[in-house]
């Protein structure tokens, strides 16, 4: 029975251990000196930049002001104003902007409002398909940077995608907004700093029209972009990360936006690794494809409150299990695999967050993770499967 106990606490805290190696690597990388991106020279690519829409009238015409002056002639703005029931269709008309309306009750989601406006840009396609959320603000020189890199290296590029706490934020959100930094930030980072792909953001994203008209876009997948980058992994065009460019928002003010938010984000993603990342491992593996395996094993990882909590309840196991029947190297692995998690967090915190929160604000990242206990019991119990909104600060 102890034998019993052991090995299965043993390999509990192996599969803990695992994704901590590779945060903890990710991290250690970030903080090397980042490759400098090559210089591409030559002529612009014409692009088109795609804002998908649902009932954006507060936000929208921020949101265009920030991409119109960075356009060239002959490129195009495409608001695809999703089943919505106010304005934002006209208000992106009036200020020059091109605006398809799409209104299906049944098929609802991103990726349908990402289907629509493919085909609507076909007519006169362009060269490179930027996709730019309708809440975001994209930093000057952004647009040329994605286009360039995309069409100069034949792959879907992912800008830097940062989520903002707004100001007077209470710490559960500017907690997030560390995390968020973790997640787009340091992880790739690390990751490019090898010369692997990232995961695709939802925003930000510039992919040759080739390769938009090569993959089903009209999923109502809870995280499309994720699914998204994966495919074209596995097609041989990893994503490059590019954090030269950069698009910012702001989390919800609203408990409920951000909860539905959050809650939308890391089902999706909870999902994705656990129906997909045996195949994808399989796969990467028997082809050979280090790019999709490098892609996988980064999937792996899941969001840093639940990885967090699953390691505390492994290690309060695990140093029980040693106090009744004296199995010790549960407890080890355990530990050390808490002390490596510690070890990343507070490095990338010091590198990369210090002027974002104070340590003071860290310390709170526990209670943090506890209070989201609740959103990882109901995706056991009943998994989101419908893809909804996010309530607007307005709304």
């Known amino acids: 029975m102890t034998i019993l106990l052991g090995w299965l606490l043993g390999a509990f805290a192996v599969l803990t251990l695992l994704p901590v190696l590779v945060l903890f690597a990710q991290v250690l990388l970030a903080c090397l000196p980042a490759r400098s991106a090559p210089q591409v020279n030559g002529a612009r690519p014409r692009v088109a930049v795609l804002v998908p829409a649902h009932n954006e009238a507060s936000v929208i015409l921020a949101t265009l002001a920030s991409i119109r002056p960075q356009l060239l002639p002959g490129d195009r703005l495409l608001v695809v104003a999703d089943n919505c029931t106010d304005d934002t269709a006209a208000l992106a008309r009036s200020v020059g902007a091109e605006a398809a309306e799409r209104h299906d009750e049944h098929l609802r989601g991103k990726g349908y409002a990402l289907d629509f406006g493919v085909r609507h840009l076909a007519g006169d396609a362009p060269e490179v398909v930027i996709i730019i959320d309708a809440d975001c603000q994209v930093s000057e020189g952004s647009i040329d940077h994605l286009a360039r890199r995309c069409a100069s290296s034949g792959r879907p590029v992912q800008a830097l995608d940062l989520m903002r706490a707004p100001a007077g934020a209470g710490l559960k959100v500017q ?10 930030l340091v992880r790739p980072r690390g990751w490019a700093r090898l010369g692997l792909p990232c995961q695709l953001m939802g925003t ?15 999923t109502g997948h809870l995280v499309e972009d994720l699914k998204m980058g994966l495919a074209f992994c596995r097609s041989g065009k990893p994503p490059l990360f590019c954090p030269d460019a950069l698009v910012t928002s702001y989390f919800p003010r609203s408990d409920e936006g951000l909860t539905t938010q959050r809650a939308r984000w890391e089902r999706g993603h909870l999902s994705v690794l656990l ?3 045996p195949t994808l491992l ?13 892609m996988t094993v980064d999937l792996m990882v899941p969001p840093l409150a639940l990885l967090a909590l699953t390691l505390l309840g492994v290690f309060g196991a695990s140093w029980l299990a040693f106090v009744l029947f004296d199995v010790l190297a549960p407890a080890v692995i355990a530990t050390g695999a808490m002390a490596l998690l510690c070890v990343a967090v507070l490095l990338a915190w010091s590198r990369f967050s210090r002027e974002v929160i104070g340590f003071s604000v860290l ?14 019991l109901g995706f056991l119990i009943k998994r989101q499967v419908e893809w909804v909104r996010s309530k607007r600060d307005d709304s």
């Not at 907690?175 to 787009?184: D, L």
């Not at 399989?282 to 490098?294: E, F, G, I, P």
């Not at 310390?363 to 990882?376: C, S, T």
């Open 175 to 184: 907690v997030a907004e560390f995390a968020w930094r973790v997640k787009n």
């Open 363 to 376: 310390l709170y990242a526990p209670f943090y993770a506890a209070r989201k206990i609740p959103l990882y």
């Open 204 to 218: 930000g994203m510039a992919i040759a029209w080739r390769d938009m008209t090569s993959i089903d876009l009209a």
């Open 282 to 294: 399989k796969a990467s593996v028997s082809r050979r494809n280090w790019n999709l395996l490098a």
């Open 275 to 277: 129906g997909d990342a």
